[in-house]
C-alpha cells in the first residue's frame, strides 16, 4: 500500500522569498515520487519526478525537491517565488520494482495552494 | 509532444443519462487512468487499464466504468449519471515507470 500526505493545504508566500511545500509518503516497494502544478482551470504539469538516481532533482521553472528516505520525504523548494507559481501543487507516488498492475498505479496527495503575494 | 486528448471540456448532463467520457493518447502508451477531481479531495483513481481491453479499479469505481477497445483511447462511462458525480475528470496516460501526461480535463455537471 502506499499513501501521499501533503503536511500543507494551503501556503502564502511574498513574491521573492523562498518557496517550500512539504510532501511525507509511505510505500511498500521502492517509490518513484513527482512533483506536478496544476493553474486554474488547466490540466496537471510535471514538474519534476524522482525515480532513485540522484536524490536532489530539478525541475521546470526553478524548483527542486529532495528525496529523504530515512525521513520518508520529498519537499519541493524554489529560493525566490514569481507571480506566476501561484497554483495548486501535487505530490504523487508511484510503485517501482513491484510486479503486475500495481506497477502504473498513481497516489496523490491533497494538495497544496500556493499564493504569491506582490 | 505528447498529447492527451480529452475531447470533451465541458458537459452538463440530467441525472440519468449515460455519460462518456472519451481519451486519446497518441504516444502507444499502455498505461491509461482516469481520476477526478474534487476540491480538498485532490485526485482520485477510478479506474485505469495496463493494455487493451485490461482494467483495474481504482479507489473510487462506484457508478463507473471503462472501455479500452484499442490502445490509444480510453473511455469513461456513468451509466446512470447522478448529481454527486459532477466534478472534473483527468485522464492520464503513461509507459510503465516513465512520466505520466495529463489531460486538460473535462468538467461534468449533472443536474
Known amino acids: 500500500a502506499q499513501s501521499v500526505t501533503q503536511l500543507d493545504s494551503h501556503v502564502s508566500v511574498s513574491e521573492g522569498t523562498p518557496v517550500l511545500l512539504r510532501c511525507n509518503y509511505s510505500s511498500s516497494y521502492s517509490p518513484s515520487l513527482f512533483w506536478y502544478v496544476q493553474h486554474p482551470n488547466k490540466g496537471l504539469q510535471l514538474l519534476l519526478k524522482?525515480?532513485?538516481?540522484?536524490?536532489l532533482v530539478k525541475g521546470i521553472n526553478g524548483f527542486e525537491a529532495e528525496f529523504k528516505k530515512s525521513e520518508t520525504s520529498f519537499h519541493l523548494t524554489k529560493p525566490s517565488a514569481h507571480m506566476s507559481d501561484a497554483a495548486e501543487y501535487f505530490c504523487?507516488?508511484?510503485?517501482?520494482?513491484?510486479?503486475?498492475?500495481?506497477?502504473?498505479?498513481?497516489?496523490f496527495g491533497q494538495g497544496t495552494i500556493l499564493t504569491v503575494h506582490p | 509532444d505528447v498529447k492527451v486528448t480529452q475531447s470533451s471540456r465541458y458537459l452538463v448532463k440530467r441525472t440519468g443519462e449515460k455519460v462518456f467520457l472519451e481519451c486519446v493518447q497518441d504516444m502507444d502508451h499502455e498505461n491509461m487512468f482516469w481520476y477526478r477531481q474534487d476540491p480538498g479531495l485532490g485526485l482520485r483513481l477510478i479506474y485505469f487499464?495496463?493494455?487493451?481491453?485490461?482494467?483495474e479499479k481504482g479507489d473510487i469505481p462506484e457508478g463507473y466504468s471503462v472501455s479500452r477497445e484499442k490502445k490509444e483511447r480510453f473511455s469513461l462511462i456513468l451509466e446512470s449519471a447522478s448529481t454527486n458525480q459532477t466534478s472534473m475528470y483527468l485522464c492520464?496516460?503513461?509507459?510503465?515507470?516513465?512520466?505520466?501526461?495529463f489531460g486538460e480535463g473535462s468538467w461534468l455537471t449533472v443536474v
Open positions: 504523487v507516488v508511484r510503485p517501482t520494482g513491484a510486479g503486475g498492475t500495481s506497477y502504473g498505479k498513481l497516489t
Open positions: 524522482y525515480t532513485s538516481a540522484a536524490t
Open positions: 487499464s495496463y493494455d487493451v481491453k485490461m482494467k
Open positions: 492520464a496516460s503513461s509507459f510503465t515507470g516513465n512520466t505520466i501526461y
